[in-house]
């Protein structure tokens, strides 16, 4: 065999563990379709009420919802059954009815082994509960999960082909060193890359997790949501606070969503619920007036008068 033959040969290899432990390129996205596409914006409101929405905006106390009722199209919409809201905003993003998307409520049960092994009824979060899942999706190089021996050695002998084909263009052609000294300098430096490898490929192994598995949240929603569609044909969405959408799923890439309702806090719950008055009561730090300055005189002698 040639020395250009072997050199060819090396260069194969090397390009073939190279390609091998590469993860898989991320799909194009899809083009969008010819012509203007026209622009529409969905708001929507949990629990928002028609017949208040109409009083409030005959007393003129929602004028932007009522230009907007009048420039377009204002009218009782059904909700679901039940009327919850993880079961309404499933039954929105998929246009399935509860029995497809697999939301009935807030909290469903599930039957799971308790004392003895027999079946216990548990309940469990339908906006998104706890699970352990493949972590094959979340990492680079999911070979390492699979199968760490050959993730292992494959990083090795990639990593020492390589080395050893720059040696030699590099000792051989470049510098004009004799083919024994080429040979062996090429030899040192193909050890070298050899053994950085193998020792990250290690490191990189030993921080996955040991069964194979990562901590996540699971959104039992079924169905295909209709942006999905849409991206299908080219036609880009942009979603805040979606509803039900957490965790978020691999979108396409004409999709951009942030997560809404579903979404954990630092308690580990959906979120807590304020109330925004529209009057301000008394502060609780507020500095007492004369009355009650008066008020609290009074009631101090009395007591005082009580215990003499």
Known sequence: MSRLAALVLLVVVAAAHATALSPPADPAPAARPAGPVPKTVILGFDGMDYALTQRFMDAGLMPHFKRLAEQGLFQKLDTSNPAQSPVSWAVFNTGCNPGKTGVAGFVSRVFMPGRGGALQPTPQMMLGFNERIPADDFVEHPLALTDPHKFRYGAMWAAGAAGLVVGLILFKLLFRLGLPVATLLSLL????GAWAAQRWAAGYIDSLPADGKLPYVVNPMQGTSFWSYLDKIGVRTRGLQVASTYPPDHEGGNTELLSGLGVMDVTGSPGAYSVSPTTRGPSPTAAPTAAARSSAS???????????
């Open 189 to 192: 430096l193909a050890g070298g």
């Open 298 to 308: 009074s009631r101090t002698s009395r007591m005082s008068r009580a215990r003499s």
